[in-house]
């Protein structure tokens, strides 16, 4: 068989898409990754995305990073990362000096949580969890606007010192970002940034009294470590919108 008349390789639309993103030159390199939370052992689904995403980089020549989402350490143990970690190999890949975790980023986290609530962007909520679902709204209603919505920006900023400080029980305030209550994704209405945990993590030697939620760290992070291609699976459609959204309102260069 000559080359002229040779099958082309099976394609899809991602590798479409990463080689059109070469080609153009809106990226000069690969950079993808596998960000599972480490709260169990791996299943089948799992193995899709680390050959999905350790595939691509390897085929490009680009990098994938494995990245603990480590952002809920009542449900996260070492043994976990562990096991992530075997298996990984297992399937036959290796990410090198490329290990992350979530964790690692809480004080950048933090510091861009206070720079939203500086801005007028996000505030400290009383409202219990019960009553967030009810002022949420539903698919064919908008949300509530909370009754603490409107705090003071100066308010705000010390009372989301002060559960840092870990002065507050569990479960009594949260942060929010200040989105849109009639967005038809109800995941933009208004969606929590930081909860009250007062419990050790595994990766983290100092005491975190608040926790950021997944949808906040996870994208931040991809961000953190210059991800070119952020793949997710569709269960994750509905958050991208969020995803993209926190970039935009903290005026990050992209």
Known sequence: MTESNRPEAPTNFLRDIVAADLRSGKHARVVTRFPPEPNGYLHIGHAK???LNF???????????????????LKEAAHYVEGIQRDVRWLGFDWGKHEYAASAYFPQLYTWAVQLVRAGKAYVDDLSEDEIRSYRGSVSEPGR???????????????LERMRAGEFPDGSRVLRAKGDLSAANMKMRDPL?????????????????????????????????????????????????????????LDLPR
């Open 145 to 159: 606007a909370s009754p603490w919505r409107d705090r003071a920006i100066g308010e705000n900023l010390e009372l």
């Open 49 to 51: 995305s680390i050959c």
């Open 193 to 249: 940034i930081y909860r009250i945990r007062h419990t050790q993590h595994h990766a983290t030697a100092e005491p975190w009294a608040i926790w950021p939620m997944y949808d906040y760290a996870h994208c931040l992070s991809d961000y953190l470590e210059g991800i070119t291609h952020s793949v997710c699976t569709l269960e994750f459609e509905v958050n991208r919108e969020l995803y993209d959204w926190f970039l935009e309102i």
């Open 55 to 73: 595939g691509l980089a390897q085929e490009f020549g680009g990098e994938c990073h494995l990245r603990m989402d480590d952002t809920n350490p």
